[in-house]
């Protein structure tokens, strides 16, 4: 099931890439997940310049200008696009803001079985931006690194969708609906499927090497439910995009689903990212050998010291092969709280391996 | 290592304790976390007239009267003393309360070095409140049903006790003392050990006929860091009172920490909780068949609809055995918005398994 893409495009640094292959590798290649975030103040200025997160999101040339400011920093093997999980539901008309301080908000929301029938697969067109930020940010790196396009999965979708934001108590209106109405959530879920896959083969068409789903929260489900209503959605998508683009490596990034990681090798996905809750050695004895894992520091260590780092670096690798279908990343998004020169001494530690 | 300790007083009601048998029942004994809460109006009267939940706490006659409620209105096979789980750090002078809507709060948390080493084992005469509670629920219930006593886990206390309250981020204080001052933190562990070991001996020496570890937050750490710092010193409280009471069954419950149902089976505890978000039959494959398994209906399930909860209850049975060391509960506290209707037809739906 999975394959070992390659690259049609040669890049000055390919390490990112060549851990999706059989290759052992002299050291892991890093990334770190939202690496252009609030803890950089050049970060902080271009977004001030933006004005919003969503008008940052919005301009191909900022969305470039924030992609480069992490790279130029760290030693990095890898570059995300900048971007929000929820562009797609925007697109489908639930009106997306973010208030300030605050999590993501739908205006129109699906709380109703009209809300729900009514909702259909968007216009590509209406993220255009969003393909032009691909295409902007594919430039601005020059071949440099590997650019990872992503998108929110359709079961974190749908949880935001029909909650109207996020949820600190396990998104109930969203489940309410799964337990009690199943066929009116599985039309989101299909609709989200549809338009999930034509969002990154367009992102793929406009320069991504890479995709990543991210499934923010398939974990607030039990297992039986998690690969019903989470993993068979991702899994859908993924099947088309390896017919599609057989040279593009996939990744799935569940948080809190270790218990399924053995489902989740079964895909076809190409890479699996894990989370700090989970373990490394965990991960890849229920995944086997044929598949790339991701992960998986905790972003909390960036905030602590260096001995802690190193210390806590060593114990993660206990019994973990890091140089063998390994990407070393966080295991969630980087904090605005995070130290950069933390952040360059994990870069350099897990350079050194 | 689980040994099947049997009441020294009969009860009108022993289904709960012989799921700690080897014996098999003709259907799961029955009870609900929080089942004495705000979903009941006679609750809400009772803490009307009480002022506050801390007040209704420190009352042994107010504390007998909501534990009796819900066994007046539904068909349940054991009741739980009201307490809070946070009455050990508070007396240990940290000062707890609770704002109005809101978690609870530490005047004092564990913020430094000089906090920490300052902290002691309370005196259990300044816990008599909770000790005359647990006697006066006992003489109320009459031996009808068995009576559980509890207490927060020491990870969980840990948690409040640095963090100084909840936390929606994963106790990042809490998490940065165990990362890089371990020895501090382990002091702390140390004597919550020593502290919820006097604590529940006299819950047991009070009447409590049934003990439990509440763990909260076990599943915040990575299953490496879970075992170390979570489990292990549960197993040190587990160990003793199996020791001080053979007779006494003892749970631990540990939410979001199903990856190491293996480990929990080897401490010595009698049952172990299972939260909503597992499986029983995956908790069952892991725990082995000595130890009793407890819970996991999803609480969202009393906000919704008779059909879903019939659909719903057998699907979480199916290959998982429920007449044997089995006893049936939600997978986490019930909710102020649980409809009594739908918590009558759970439990009756169970009652005919």
Redesign the interface.
Known sequence: MNSSPTAAVPFVNDLFLRAFTDERLPCPPVWLMRQAGRYLPEYRATRGKAGSFLELCRSPAFCAEVLLQPLERFDLDAAILFSDILTVPDAMGLGLSFGVGEGPRFAHPLRDEAAVNALTVPDMRSLQYVFDAVAECKRALKSKVPLIGFSGSPFTLACYMIEGGGS?D?F?LT??MM??RPELFQHVLDVNVTAVTAYLSEQVRSGADVLMLFDTWG??????LYREYSLKPMRRIVTSLNKSFPQTPVMLFSR?A??SFDAMALTGAHGLGVD????LA?ARKAAGPAVTLQGNF?P??L???AA?IRR?VG?ALVDFDPHYRYVANLGHGITPDADPALVDLLVHTLRAL
Do not use: N
């Open positions: 600190s396990g109930p489940r309410r337990l009690q974990g607030v489900l039990s297992p039986r809190g270790a218990h700090w809750q989970s373990d965990d905790d909390l260590l905030t602590t010291d802690t806590e114990k």
